[in-house]
């Protein structure tokens, strides 16, 4: 049965309806205000946006920079384009020294350390120990490059790279190869790993020969492979070739020829300089003991230097020449002028000089052609101390020689102010003065240019070497005329003769100096030019520590003979003694051999120009 609804609800069932009553009708007495809305957001979407924009032109104005470069740190790399060096060449176009391309492999420690697993079979690869690979690796942990192996054989280093390990690359390089080898080591030196000129000319002329490597942009992925190619920063420069006057042919001539002396008279070194005296230009010049330039190790560094320019000997008789040469410049000496050099002895401020035997009455020639030292200390006596010392310096000693050679020794020409009467004859027969073996082959170039001194150089053209006049033209072919009786029967050099020429030079020999005085170990000199007739060629020999025979004309001139008579032939430079030859009878004749006895040598006698006073 339905009830009927009780008061109190009825009332409140009327109030909710009155209520949306009314609402309804206030709705539809208020509008819906559109365009206020529509403002709103408007101005919501116009901030919002020139937030976007003031972003924007932070981001691309402001710290346009900054972001590049973090960009660029990620994707962008400038990378180096290798140049290759410049080819040094001798005087006739052969190679001496060329750079072939190698591979370094590299890796970027960052991301190979994560696949650690992967170390083994690297340090496999590379051929070195794993632990030492690793604990390099970790010690660079923070960085992104790392070389692990420089200078390898393209086809080694692809074997390398075909395993593909995470993190490993490989970059191109230059390493530099001497075809020559140790004939041409102390004239070339070498360079370094990062092909930078390190000894010799490689050194001297590194700025000519290097180049200047090139940049470029690179796009890399996450394996550090260049992806893309993005600009060029700087255009390679390749290194510029050297033309050298060395001659291969006649620089592997003289450095047999010097082995050939060392081993025949158990010396311990020596030095073969051989230069064209007209313009300077040096032929050859080869040391003993050598080295590889191909394998530079750590071992002994002293067999590196070019000892033919860097080390200074006291050149004995072979300065006899140049003392003459002021006494016939002073007027008062002419080469037949006669001198008493009896007994074989002369003392002098308390000390004696000595000559091997008594060479008796000779005359100026004489003084050369027997190498008095009794005779050249006599002349030195006439002669004031400026007037001779003048001479020395003239043809270039006490001062280098001015080749370009990293580490050229000057020499030493004590100053005419301290010479004493003692110390004036013993420099007159080549004691007292040090020279290297270039700038005594520059000396006898003076005479045999016509009295004209021309710096030696190591460069074929392109350098300019002007000569200037030191010695009157007809002094010094004078002078040549008389050291060529130095190489006769009655002279000192007979082993120095040329078949077919005719030569002109001088033997020394000198002690060994030390600390506080002389040793018993000898230096065997000979210096010489041919052909006598019209002088072309000037070379000079000096052997260190000869056993057994130990003069220059024992020692040295037959070492002479062998390289000038090769080298006159290879530049086809004409004979100017076949008919005296063959008009005295010597056809048949040979050179004499070492073991032979020596002119003027007697046996049993103590020295052989030693020239020591006692």
């Given amino acids: 049965m339905n009830m009927p609804p009780r008061p109190r609800e009825f009332a409140e069932a009327a109030t909710r309806a009155n209520t949306a009553a009314g609402l309804r009708a206030a709705t539809r007495a208020r509008p819906v205000n559109l365009k206020a809305r529509l403002s709103a957001v408007l101005m919501l979407l116009t901030l919002a946006g020139t937030g976007l924009v003031v972003r924007a032109v932070d981001l691309q104005v402001l710290r346009k920079d900054f972001y590049q470069e973090q960009g660029d740190a990620r994707y962008l790399r400038d990378v180096p384009i290798p140049v290759s060096r ?48 690793r604990q390099k690796l970790e010690q660079r942990a923070d960085k992104e490059f790392l070389y692990l192996k420089r200078h390898l054989n393209p086809d080694d280093a692809k074997l390398i790279l075909d395993r593909k390990i995470p993190g490993i690359s490989a970059q191109r390089e230059f390493r530099r190869y001497y075809p020559s080898g140790e004939v041409m080591a102390h004239v070339l030196g070498f360079t370094n790993i990062d092909d930078r000129g390190q000894e010799g000319l490689e050194l001297a002329y590194d700025e000519w020969l290097a180049g200047k490597p090139g940049a470029k942009r690179v796009i890399r992925d996450r394996l550090g492979h260049v992806v893309e190619d993005v600009e060029l920063l700087r255009e390679p420069q390749q290194g510029r070739d050297l033309t050298l006057s060395i001659d291969r042919r006649i620089q592997s001539l003289a450095y047999r020829e010097l082995k050939r002396a060392l081993l025949e008279h158990g010396a311990t070194s020596g030095s073969i300089v051989l230069l064209d005296a007209h313009d300077g230009q040096i032929l050859a010049t080869v040391n003993q003991p ?10 002994d560094t002293s067999i590196r ?7 200074v000997v006291e050149p004995g008789s072979t300065m006899k020449a140049f003392t003459i040469a002021a006494a016939l410049e002073s007027g008062k000496w002419k080469p037949n002028t006669p ?65 370009g050679f990293p580490g050229e020794a000057p020499g030493v020409l004590p100053p005419a102010r301290s010479w004493g009467v003692v110390e004036k004859a013993t420099l007159s027969y080549g004691y007292g003065l040090n020279v290297t073996p270039l700038q005594l082959a520059q000396a006898y170039a003076v005479l045999a240019n016509g009295g004209r001194l021309r710096s030696p150089t190591f460069v074929k053209d392109g350098i300019n070497n002007p000569e200037r006049a030191v010695i009157d033209p007809a ?6 005329g008389m050291l060529e009786t130095v190489i ?21 020999t000198s002690r060994r100096a030390v600390a506080g005085g002389y040793d018993s170990r000898y230096i065997s000199t000979f210096a010489g030019i041919a052909p006598a007739s019209n002088p072309r060629l000037v070379c000079v020999v000096v052997i260190h520590d000869p056993k057994g025979a130990y003069t220059g004309g024992m020692v040295a001139a037959p070492a002479f003979s062998r390289v000038m008579d090769g080298a006159l032939r290879l530049l086809d430079i004409p004979p100017d003694n076949v008919e005296k030859w063959y008009a005295d009878g010597a056809g048949n004749w040979e050179p004499v051999q070492a073991g032979d006895a020596a002119p003027e040598y007697a046996p049993g006698a103590t020295s052989y120009e030693e020239g020591v006073p006692e």
């Fill in 86 to 133: 410049g080819t040094i060449l001798d005087r006739n176009g052969e190679p001496l020294a060329v750079s072939t391309p190698v591979e370094s492999i590299w890796a970027n420690p960052q991301e190979l350390l994560q696949h650690s697993g992967r170390i083994p079979e690297l340090a496999e690869a590379l051929g070195v120990d794993e632990s030492v690979l």
């Fill in 290 to 299: 050598s080295f590889n330039p191909n394998a530079i190790n750590n071992g």
């Fill in 305 to 311: 230097r070019n000892r033919a320019l860097t080390d």
């Fill in 339 to 403: 001198i008493d050099a009896s007994p074989g002895s002369m003392p002098l401020a308390g000390h004696i000089i000595r000559d091997t035997s008594n060479k008796g009455l000779i005359d100026v020639t004489g003084v050369l052609t027997r190498s008095s030292n009794v005779g050249a200390a006599k002349i030195a006596q006439s002669l004031s101390n400026d007037h001779l010392y003048d001479m020395f310096k003239r043809v270039g000693f006490g001062e280098s020689t001015g080749s």
């Fill in 475 to 480: 002094l010094a072919q004078t002078l040549i």
């Fill in 488 to 508: 006769t029967p009655r002279g000192t050099g007979l082993r120095a003769a040329v078949r077919n020429y005719r030569v002109a030079g001088k033997t020394g």
